[in-house]
């Protein structure tokens, strides 16, 4: 599992020209911060070790005051302005970055409570991607990402590859983001959204596009029938419990939207919005009690017995 | 050819099969049912409804925002719009066709009504359908002042009269 990797959500690691200019700026108020400092605490010092030195001649040297008085207001406002340009420079190559591409491929993210829809638009409705928690994205050339959300302000954060946006309700907010390398970046909810804000996370999955084709043409197929007589009998229960007010499965008569798209839930890294790793123990426990795991969380516990849930998750397994 | 005719004889007269008449009733068996009463009218002097149906979120703020959260996950606004009414009856007031105690309510969206509402029973977990009668009920002003309905981002009818 990659997600324990060091740096895999940090600012200060860039992985795209987005993130790389948001971290030159970083650079910029961290030397012109550092020099300001040091020059203060300097000539703090030497002040006081001067006063004690010469305590009677305080106020008569008018000249050498205005002098110091001067060249510190200067410096001062020298430092201002480039910090300023500089952020607006910045502001504005992160802002302009990517606009004008009308062959532009565009992904909608949706925030829910404590979840993130991840949608693949296409032309033909039968071709368009749903899934959850996961983005995928052709390395080397701009993405944009339209943000909305089903109930409260979230905000999205890629570290490694930008700014943090918000979704606010009602409206849908842009950015765009490229990835320079194939690599897993961890991202997070940044706005205090309820419960389980804090497991509230995604993984942004940058691919060659060749290997994202693939992986696209696969998300498009629909799931997988079952293999074995234990899946088919996970399947019915699938179909008979209240599983099918909020899922989805292509295929078959659940088409819900209010939980995450289950087509192919079996080839996904995480659970839960990035809560747990997708295997059977992980899976078991949460279609069990979600809440036992994210108190809050919105999928009520099913009754079933063991041998029911064991068919339910052999069906979900195959669901690849 | 005889024998045959009497196998076939006795045979008919073992297929004879007539209902069991116990014309002496059980006691047991004129036990009085306590329904959940839709209406006020009943023959001769009034008698109790259920009682053992007590909604568990009764006066529970959560439940409402929880229910009001589910209303519109559900689409009953497709049909009872947001407490106006529609295609489906309003429910912002305190006089319901079938009732409008918990249990009424529990009852109208567990097996449903007549002309188009439907049976939620077996579909939704039992929590969800007495959030939901928390949430319509807060709707119609019958719910305790302390758990009154959250804000809502969809236009809201505001509740014709005040409860009694």
Known sequence: MTLGLPGIQSTLHPAGPQAQRILDLFDVFLIVTTVV???????????VVKGRRRREA???????????????AVLTIAALITLLVTSVATGRAVGTFGGGNPDQMEIVVTGHQWWWEVTY???QASNTVRTAN??????????????????VIHSLWIPRLHGKRDLIPGRINKIYIQADAPGVFRAQCAEFCGLQHAHMS?????????DFMQWKIHQQAPAND???????????LFLDLPCINCHAVTGTDAYATLG???????????????????????LAGWVSNAAAIKPGAQMPPIPMNGPELQDLLAYLENLK | MKRLAILLAACSLLACHREQRSLVPRAADARRTTPVRVSDLQPGRPQPAVTAMKNPYEGNAWAVSEGQR?????????????????IGPPLMDSEWLYGSTPANIYTSIVEGRPNGMPSFGGHIPEQQVWQLVTYVRALGGLEPSGATQPRAEEMQARRAEEPK
Do not use: W
């Open chain 1, 37 to 47: 400092f040091v020059i203060v605490v300097v000539l703090t010092v030497a002040a």
């Open chain 1, 58 to 72: 305080i106020g008569e040297d008018t000249r050498g005051m205005k002098l110091a008085v001067g060249t510190g």
């Open chain 1, 121 to 123: 638009p296409d032309p």
């Open chain 1, 134 to 151: 996961e983005i995928h994205i052709p390395t080397g050339q701009p993405i944009l990402l339209r943000l909305a959300t089903r109930d």
């Open chain 1, 202 to 210: 995604l993984v942004v999955i940058a691919q060659t596009p060749g």
């Open chain 1, 226 to 236: 079952p293999a074995t007589p234990q899946q088919a009998h996970g399947r019915e």
């Open chain 1, 260 to 282: 995450p798209d289950l087509t192919h839930v079996a080839s996904r890294k995480t659970l839960a919005a990035g809560t747990l790793i997708n295997n059977h123990g992980n």
């Open chain 2, 70 to 86: 589910l209303y519109s996950s559900y689409n009953c606004a497709g049909c009872h719009f947001h407490g106006g009414g529609g």
